[in-house]
């Protein structure tokens, strides 16, 4: 089992100093990985209902929520790292550009010694594609072809690429990624993520709601597009009882995400930087769950 750090460019994280110091003291513990969260605005009296909550509305209120730039914080974190991966948990990738955004991810894994991770998401607050500019309803479809096109773009020696929304043919894009790609993780909790991260995805993150069946859907999914359903990596965060964690690992699942803040509400989130050194003992008690 592994262990990742969740979501680290929010709370206190956001100032600069405070953030090299968790993910410094995330990486001499031993954290495998460091995650980060993505929205580009939060428009003020939104009507999309927030999937992670019962009552549909993000935590905090729109003008409380600093939330830096995903890929800009990353890049930030891996000048002074060495071995910790950075990841996203997700980018809303039909959001943006996907050719900007390969040069962008390439470019970061390149600086960085091969290690991002991608984790991917379609995005669930219309408002916010609409104030970018970004058609909401296509955005599953959009999603696919994105990754396909990045992935074009990062492994072909002459890319192209023919698709409903993406066309380019000869771009070469330099530099490309240490090994040839990025690992792309597909989040999400419905059916249909589990679905796409079966179809095309290197591993599945439910943040929350992770069970049997969205595992089994994920590996169905994967068998019937033809692809090793035991080569999808499975994440979760971490449960509030340390006990589930032999449950998890049952499941398949190989990599569990602390939260960072308190604010996400559970027992075992990290207060503080403090609090990091004593996860060393407990990564090793599950290093074999």
């Known amino acids: 089992m592994k262990f990742g750090l969740r979501y680290i460019n929010t709370g206190r994280y956001t100032d600069p100093a405070q953030a090299i110091e968790l993910v410094q003291a995330g990486e001499e513990a031993g954290f495998e990985s460091a995650w980060t969260v993505d929205h580009v605005v939060v428009p003020e009296g939104y009507e999309s209902d927030y999937p992670y909550s019962e009552d549909g509305r993000m935590a905090g209120g729109v ?5 830096p730039d ?9 000048s002074v790292t060495s071995r910790i991966k950075l990841a996203t948990g997700i980018l809303i990738v039909p959001q943006r550009n996907p050719v900007v955004t390969a040069k962008q991810i390439a470019t970061l894994d390149h600086l960085s010694g091969g290690r991002i991770l991608l984790g991917i998401g379609v995005g669930w607050l219309e408002e916010e594609f609409n104030a970018i500019g970004t058609p909401f309803a296509d955005r599953g479809r959009r999603t696919d072809e994105y990754v396909a ?14 698709g409903e929304f993406v066309h380019f043919r000869n771009a070469h894009c330099q ?11 597909v989040g999400g909790h ?6 796409r991260a079966g179809r095309l995805g290197d591993g599945f993150f439910p943040a929350r709601g992770a069970s049997a069946a969205l595992f089994d859907l994920v590996r169905q999914s994967a068998e019937e597009s033809g692809r090793d359903p035991a080569a999808i990596e499975l ?17 398949g699942v190989s990599r569990l995400l602390v939260p960072v803040t308190p604010m996400m509400g559970l027992n075992n989130a990290i207060r503080n930087v403090d609090d990091i050194p004593k996860w060393r003992e407990i990564m090793d008690r599950y290093a074999d769950a």
């Open 175 to 185: 530099p490309q990624p240490v090994g040839g790609s990025v690992p792309i993780i």
């Open 70 to 78: 995903p890929l800009i914080f990353m890049s930030f974190l891996a």
């Open 190 to 195: 419905s059916k249909a993520a589990a679905r």
């Open 235 to 251: 994440t979760a965060s971490l449960p509030d009882d340390l006990a589930q964690i032999p449950e998890l690992a049952k499941l």
């Open 63 to 67: 003008n409380d929520i600093p939330l």
């Open 149 to 162: 096109a990045m992935r074009e773009l990062w492994s072909s020696e002459s890319p192209t690429f023919d």
